[in-house]
């Protein structure tokens, strides 16, 4: 079982930053793929990143189109902790960003077998 608390959402204006954190329970942190996924008001929920678990090869990230070159994510697996650095943030970026876990990534959320409650990103223009 892993729970899944995100924090450090805000209202920020557009081309501000902000840095969102998912911290983890559980003792196998490191064995998991990390994900954020977000929904803005009247729209289904869509992938934003996944970083992949420690191996032999290092981590892996992958990133939604929309977000490359501004969204950085990260991991601490000595805090348990998952990362989403937002750059250059844009009023179509407000939605509630979602934290979530699974053993293999993917961009679909039915893939993703636990959530956090949501952190709100709200940029004003």
């Known amino acids: 079982q892993v729970q899944l608390v995100e924090s450090g959402g805000g209202l920020v204006q557009a081309g501000d930053s902000l840095r969102l954190s998912c911290a983890a329970s559980?003792?196998?942190?490191?064995?998991?793929?990390m994900g954020w996924f977000r929904q803005a008001p009247g729209k289904e929920r869509e992938f934003v990143a996944y970083?992949?678990?420690?191996?032999?090869?290092?981590?892996?990230?992958y990133y939604a189109d929309f977000v490359k070159g501004r969204f950085t994510i990260s991991r601490d697996n000595a805090k348990n902790t998952v990362l989403l650095q937002m750059n250059s943030l844009k009023p179509e970026d407000t939605a509630v960003y979602y934290c979530?876990?699974?053993?293999?990534?993917?961009?679909?959320?039915?893939?993703?077998?636990?959530w956090g409650k949501g952190t709100q990103v709200t940029v004003s223009s």
């Open positions: 979530a876990a699974n053993r293999k990534g993917g961009v679909r959320q039915a893939e993703y077998d636990y």
């Open positions: 970083i992949t678990g420690i191996s032999w090869s290092g981590t892996s990230k």
């Open positions: 559980g003792r196998t942190f490191n064995s998991y793929v």
